[in-house]
Structure formats: C-alpha cells, structure tokens
C-alpha cells in the first residue's frame, strides 16, 4: 500500500513541477519581452527628442528670417543679392572667376 500511495504523490509532484516549470517559462518571457519594448521605445524617445529639438532651432532660424524680412532695407539687399535685382541707378559689377 505504501508503494502505491508513494507513486501517486510522485505523479502529483511531477505534474505541479511541470505546471509551474510552465508557468514560470511564461512569465519569463513576458517580462523580457516587455523589457526590449521599454529599451525600443527609450531608444525612440531619445531620437525623437533629439529631432524635436533640431526642428525647435530650425523654426527659431526662421522666425529671426521672418523679422528680418520685416525690415525693408534688408528686404531689398536680400533680393539684389539673391536674384540680382537693381534698382533704378545702381551701378552693377560683375566678377568673372
């Protein structure tokens, strides 16, 4: 009798180690799989904010372009240098490299 009570506790030990062998493979890889998430998604974050922070510098080069657009003497030596445009009585010299 004791032989067989003995075999059945091996059988139930056997089956609650292999559940909870199971059970602790699949938390395993829960955790991991949700920890390379988080390193993704740092690792997204840092590039972004970086690119967030070159289009803040960009816009603020733009706003200054804006302002200085604003100014009519600016406005009309940006377009002379730009698109060599003249205005009535500048002499205009050009230089042959």
Partial sequence: M???KS???KKRLFII???I??????LVGSVYKDWKQILINKHLE???TNDYNGL?????????EI???GDDEYLARYAK???MLSAEGDTIIKWNK
């Avoid at 062998?21 to 699949?26: D, E």
């Avoid at 803040?56 to 200054?64: G, M, T, V």
Wanted: charged share 40%; aromatic share 4%.
């Fill in 2 to 4: 004791r032989n067989k």
């Fill in 7 to 9: 075999k059945k506790e």
């Fill in 17 to 19: 180690s292999i559940t």
């Fill in 21 to 26: 062998i199971g059970l602790l493979s699949l």
């Fill in 46 to 48: 840092k590039q972004l």
């Fill in 56 to 64: 803040l510098d960009e816009e603020e080069k733009l706003n200054a």
């Fill in 67 to 69: 302002v200085k657009l």
């Fill in 81 to 83: 240098e730009t698109y």
